[in-house]
């Protein structure tokens, strides 16, 4: 069984997660995963929440919550995973550039990043459209400084988590 990042995401919950792999596997059977790093190793999405922080009130994340940073602390997933009876666990930290959007220019990338990275233009939206028109520069001009060969790409942090039932 391979669970992507989005897949992930779709669990409500912790318990929902374990009991979807262990479900999901015959006795011995492997899996893989890929869930983000620590928020703070991940500018991708930090890059683009300083930005809007400036503009709007954000809540402080809440990594136990359901969101893409809830698995971030490597400790408390192998904890989870032991604790449910799976064996042969590892866990590999990957770093490497992430295009945002899959490889577009600043302008654009801002645009992206801004629709699909936890709800910012509907909290920059609910603040007028003068927030979401600053956003969009301001980020622009940020995502300008990671430009490489005219596509935006910024540090991401993975854990690939391996294991079997």
Do not use: C
Request: no cysteine; proline share 6%.
């Amino acid at each position: 069984v391979v669970l992507l990042l989005e897949t992930m995401l779709a669990f409500p919950d912790k318990a929902t997660l374990v009991d979807a792999v262990w479900g999901a596997l015959a006795p011995g059977g492997r899996f893989a995963f890929a869930v983000w790093g620590r928020l703070s190793e991940n500018p991708w999405m930090t890059s683009v929440r300083d930005v809007v922080a400036r503009l709007i009130e954000l809540p402080r994340p809440d990594h136990d919550a359901p969101g893409p940073f809830r698995y971030a602390d490597a400790d408390k997933l192998l904890t989870l995973l032991t604790g449910a009876g799976f064996a042969q666990l590892e866990v590999q930290a990957w770093r490497g550039a992430l295009p945002i959007g899959g490889g577009l220019p600043p302008a654009e990338a801002a645009r992206f990043a801004l629709s699909s990275f936890s709800s910012f233009d509907e909290a920059l939206a609910k603040a007028g459209e003068g927030a979401v028109v600053e956003a969009r520069r301001a980020l622009t001009e940020q995502l300008s400084r990671h430009q490489e060969n005219g596509v935006v790409q910024l540090d991401a942090s993975v854990w690939l988590v391996t294991g079997a039932r």
